[in-house]
């Protein structure tokens, strides 16, 4: 990490917009379910990939996104780049966006590096623009709930957090296996859950990690309140059904869900977050996931593959 605040130069940002044009760059899995969300938010939808068999498959599913056969005519014609491509390619990505001084949407997690983060932060703040970055779980009914019901002191001082994900391995992009690329299960997908318990318990000052069996990360998080998370990230084999499940303790009380059990209904949480970031665009409040935040998941995530290596 850099000697300065990577961070603090993204506030009292100038530059909003009224009318949003989003344009989504890499509409694969990810990306087509952006597109999904973002048609219920009143905005103008354009689209780019390099793939001519991907553009005209997701061009039949959204036929009201305007394509552009290349970055820079996507840059011309949009308010807002929403980049929706492998984890080693965002950097390079948002430094472009940012240069055509356009807001930036990043899927998680931020960046490869923190050096790449820092970068992205520093470019964005001296364009004047907003950076947001999609850590969803945050706005998932269960989990907000979660953090509501702690700060209102409903389970007493915190102990304890166990935060488990799991899912088949991602079968649509060979980039995932790559840990140079998607950096392993914990900065992918584990790096959901960390930000939670940073989120819940507040700031980490230690790690301990270990991978217990292929395709899983578990980390063991301790928080600045004495607090302890352990985060549990698994991928595994075709057909492994997506499931999530926490436990937070405190010395009067637990929560517990697990969300084979807990069906919640309510809005899609992606729309929601979306929204979100459209409105602070708009010149509306901050988002309740930050620039910083994403910053921080980031660093805590590299920290535990670090020690796991």
Partial sequence: ???????????????????????VVGPGYIGARH????????????????????????????PEVTWHRDLAALLDAVDVVDVCTPTDSHAALVLQAAAAGRHVVCEKPMARTLDEAEAMLAACAAAGVHLHVGHLVRYVEAYAAARDAVGAGEVGDLTRLRLYRGTATPAWGDWFA??????????????HDIDVARWIAGEVVGVEASVPAPGTGRAVLTHESRAISEVTAEWGPAGMPFRTEFEIVGTAGRLHYDSTVDRHGGTDPLTTMLGEFRAAIRGGPEPRVTARDAFEALRVALAVAEVSA
């Fill in 35 to 62: 597109l999904e969300a973002w048609r219920h938010l009143d905005v103008t939808l354009h689209g780019y990939t390099r793939s001519p068999t991907r553009r005209a498959e997701v061009a039949a599913a959204f």
């Fill in 1 to 23: 990490m850099g000697n300065s605040d990577p961070v603090a130069p993204v506030d009292n940002l100038a530059r909003t917009v009224t009318t949003v044009r989003v344009g």
């Fill in 178 to 191: 790559d840990p140079a690329r998607s950096g392993g299960v914990l900065l992918d997908l584990g790096i």
